[in-house]
């Protein structure tokens, strides 16, 4: 909850209107410690309340981002998940065939990093970086990539 309380305060400090269906939507994704898509968000706040629509949760949404206080990730094939900022720049994995998404340090790819600037130079900014393979749940349970 104080993660939720934070963000709640953040948006009343910068002049918004805290709405109980922008709480809700901020407590959600703020709960949920996972990535969401726009619509488990919605159903997730819907759950609660028939006070809400699918509009102003993409609404919320989209101020939260432009705040930075949540990030938006578009992992392709028109899936957008978006997750509390609550650490800095991180890597997603993303699993072709549960959908899982984890985070990684982004240090750890670095070296990466520097090779394609070396290489190519091309500067990496991976706020928006996804490499995509296979889970381990997915790996242990046989399944092909």
């Not at 709960?31 to 726009?38: D, E």
């Not at 997603?92 to 290489?119: M, N, W």
Request: charged residues 25%; hydrophobic residues 35%.
């Amino acid at each position: 909850m104080p993660h939720c309380d934070t963000l709640i305060k953040t948006l009343r400090r910068r002049g918004y209107r805290v709405t109980p269906q922008r709480e809700m939507v901020v407590e959600a994704i703020a709960h949920s410690g996972r990535h969401m898509t726009a619509e488990e968000v919605f159903e997730e706040v819907r759950a609660r309340t028939r006070a809400v629509n699918v509009a102003t949760v993409y609404r919320t949404l989209d101020l939260l981002v432009e705040e930075g206080l949540v990030s938006r990730a578009d992992l392709g094939g028109g899936r957008v998940v978006y997750a509390t900022v609550r650490h800095g720049p991180h890597v997603h994995l993303v699993c072709r065939h549960c959908g899982q998404v984890v985070d990684a340090d982004v240090a750890s790819f670095e070296p990466l990093f520097k090779y394609i600037r070396t290489q190519y130079g091309f500067i990496c900014h991976p706020h928006h970086f996804a490499i995509y393979g296979l889970c381990a749940d997915c790996q242990t349970e046989g399944r092909a990539g």
